[in-house]
T-cell receptor, first 114, second 111 residues
Framework: EAQVTQNPRYLITVTGKKLTVTCSQN?????MSWYRQDPGLGLRQIYY???????DKGDVPEGYKVSRKEKRNFPLILESPSPNQTSLYFC?????????????FGQGTRLTVV | RKEVEQDPGPFNVPEGATVAFNCTYS??????FFWYRQDCRKEPKLLMS???SGNEDGRFTAQLNRASQYISLLIRDSKLSDSATYLC????????????FGRGTSLIVHP
């Protein structure tokens, strides 16, 4: 089954404790991205990657890092999480960076930083 | 002014009703447009692309009005299962890989 898998689905952590949210897709998609979704603000792109070893900032990259060492994986790293990073996070992938391809989203990771 | 704007709703309609949502965008160079559906606490899923000439998929019709810079989604014969948040997504021109999402319009279909 074609899917994007994120882990963990839920996470409560403390300020400053490094964490990684994993994202994996089995569709051989080139393009992957991370979003955060906050009430009243909608989905905002954090980082994206057009292929292995190619990453770029989205609209809200501050406080986040990503890596793309393999095509299927695109982890999101919070080196020193802060309470303002409490949010619902989605990973997405699509074939190519073209604007007319469907984006497939993971099931989301609800992160709380206390 | 936000780049992509939607009325958050909620739109509260009875089963069988026809309901329409608009989404306005500020960048006149925007090229690609989509409607996604998001159920509560779930991931967004593509509902339909929006083509220049308008397009229909069953009970759903999407239209683009470039002159007035908005896209619309029309749902006919609403079902209870149509209750969700509908997100519009806009890509600007120039090969931008950063889509802009609207905040979503909430639809509640009641018996």
């Amino acid at each position: 089954e074609a899917q994007v898998t994120q882990n963990p689905r839920y996470l409560i952590t403390v300020t400053g404790k490094k964490l990684t949210v994993t994202c994996s897709q089995n569709m051989n998609h080139e393009y992957m991205s991370w979003y955060r979704q906050d009430p009243g603000l909608g989905l905002r792109q954090i980082y994206y990657s057009m292929n292995v070893e190619v990453t770029d900032k989205g609209d809200v990259p501050e406080g986040y890092k990503v890596s793309r060492k393999e095509k299927r994986n695109f982890p999101l790293i919070l080196e020193s999480p802060s309470p303002n990073q409490t949010s619902l996070y989605f990973c997405a992938s699509r074939q190519g960076g073209g604007m007319n391809t469907e984006a497939f989203f993971g099931q989301g990771t609800r992160l709380t930083v206390v | 002014r936000k780049e992509v704007e939607q009325d958050p709703g909620p739109f509260n309609v009875p089963e069988g009703a026809t309901v329409a949502f608009n989404c306005t965008y500020s960048n006149s160079a925007s090229q690609s447009f989509f409607w996604y559906r998001q159920d509560c606490r779930k991931e967004p899923k593509l509902l339909m692309s929006v083509y220049s000439s308008g397009n229909e998929d069953g009970r759903f019709t999407a239209q683009l009005n470039r002159a007035s810079q908005y896209i619309s989604l029309l749902i006919r014969d609403s079902k209870l299962s149509d209750s969700a948040t509908y997100l519009c997504v806009v890509f600007a021109s120039g090969g931008s890989y950063i889509p802009t999402f609207g905040r979503g319009t909430s639809l509640i279909v009641h018996p």
